[in-house]
């Protein structure tokens, strides 16, 4: 993961927050000049990220980017610009979308899991939470280099898992020996597409919860770009209802 820092111009960013999110803009070559395309019409390529820190006063922002390994061809145009970027590279920003936190029942435990994707949200998330605040978190992460000393209450007990494949099954076999939740359990889930699928059987078909009172989503989806990922969650929510 490699944490990135803007200073930003315009007032369109006034309003982040942080745990919202942005679109971060690309040409073919991951390049950030998109005038040509939008000089020809043609959208640029959209990248989603979470915004991780915001300071409106000093018009600064931060976004945690994960470097994802290429599971075929050659790198997407976020990795490549990841890997090139340099201090006084300007990047183009869409946005911003504003965080979608539930609202969690007071005194009932916490299930949380996550992904490196998810972490900024999460640490939103985490740092927002009443101080009395209990349950349970599991955190997939790259390599230990990726664990990160979060802002939380000392109730909520936080376990890192680290897995250089990023093994989806690896990590809902893992949620699975958490501590069970309940109907009444505060439960936010953001992983992989397959990860998400098979924690939600879980927690639905297993164990019965209703699937309208939890957070459960995807970030991403091994394999597939984001517009791609963006379809099988269009077809995935098309299946449950």
Known sequence: MRRIHCRYQGHSLIAADAGGYVKLLFNQ???????????????????TYTLRTVDPEQQQLSI?????????????????????????????????GHSQYPTYQAQQRYWLIADMTALPALSVLLAQLPKDARGDCLIQVHSEADIQSL???????????????????????????????????????ATEFDAMRAIRRYLTQQLGLDRQAM????????GRTEE???VDKREDMAELS
């Open 228 to 230: 791609g990922h963006k």
């Open 64 to 96: 945690d980017l994960v470097r994802h390994t290429p599971f075929a061809g050659p790198a997407g145009p976020a990795l490549r610009w990841l890997n090139s970027v340099m201090p006084g590279d300007q990047l183009q920003i869409a946005g911003p």
């Open 215 to 222: 957070y459960i989503s995807s970030y991403w989806r091994a």
């Open 29 to 47: 070559q991951g390049g950030t000049d998109i005038s040509t395309m939008l000089a020809n019409g043609d959208r640029p390529i959209m990248r």
């Open 151 to 189: 802002n939380a209450p000392a109730g909520i007990d936080i376990r890192w898992l680290v897995s250089a494949t990023a093994d989806s099954q690896q990590q809902a076999k893992m949620a699975q020996q958490l501590p069970a939740p309940n109907a009444h359990s505060n439960i936010w889930v």
